[in-house]
């Protein structure tokens, strides 16, 4: 069975740093890219950037460029979303999902994690 | 950046209705669209891509078509577990962005 498992909620301070995590099972993890993609409070869905797990490359929304680092690390099919200064702002949840190439198309979802950044 | 204008924003609709929603892009995206079906709290599942391909295990009620750069997204009678947020998105390129969303509610 596929999954993708999202590390658990965080609160944190603006100027805090953030790693979340996204780890993929029950498939070839290096075969499929994984995308990220925010939902503000009460708000839709925006597509932050993508990551190719069998080298790393990345695809960032020139709105994400700078403010966010997508990475991986194969060895434990686990891709991240970090951060390396928080702001209010980026209170959101944010999901990982796979991406299969044929239509370019999110098939299999995290569940979702929940960042609050709040003084 | 491609953008998917969305219509409309929010709906209310009864059981047994036929419910439709479009999408237009900013540019052509050949039929390289997706919709998502969004329930309060949870991640979205994947409903259509490729505009018109149901994905596996899908109810046949939802259908998709395509028309040069307009997309619809039909529910044909609408069942209680489906009100919900639906989002099209563009796969053509990057970024690929969503739609605002449809909000779908119970009159």
């Known amino acids: 069975e596929v999954q993708l498992v999202q590390s658990g909620a965080e609160v944190k301070k603006p100027g805090d740093s953030l790693k979340i995590s996204c780890k993929g099972s029950g498939y070839s993890f290096t075969t499929y890219r994984i995308g990220w993609v925010r939902q503000m409070p009460g708000k839709g869905l925006e597509w932050m950037g993508i990551?190719?797990?069998?080298?790393?490359?990345?695809r960032y929304n020139p709105s994400f460029q700078g403010l966010v680092t997508i990475s991986v690390d194969k060895s434990i099919s686990t891709a991240y979303l970090q951060w390396s200064s928080l702001k209010a702002s980026d209170t959101a949840m944010y999901y990982c999902?796979?991406?299969?190439?044929?239509?370019?198309?999110?098939?299999?979802w995290g569940q979702g994690t929940l960042v609050t950044v709040s003084s | 950046d491609i953008q998917m204008t969305q219509s409309p924003s929010s709906l209310s609709a009864s059981v047994g209705d036929r419910v439709t929603i479009t999408c237009r892009a900013s540019q052509s995206i050949s039929s390289y669209l997706n919709w998502y079906q969004q329930k309060p709290g949870k991640a979205p599942e994947l409903l259509i891509y490729a505009a018109s391909i149901l994905q596996s295990g899908v109810p046949s009620r939802f259908s998709g078509s395509a028309s040069e750069t307009d997309f619809t997204l039909t529910i044909s009678r609408l069942q209680p577990e489906d009100f919900a947020t639906y989002y099209c998105q563009q796969s053509y390129s990057t970024p690929q962005t969503f739609g605002g969303g449809t909000k779908v509610e119970i009159k």
């Open positions: 990551i190719y797990p069998d080298d790393s490359g990345t």
């Open positions: 999902a796979r991406r299969v190439d044929l239509w370019n198309t999110y098939d299999y």
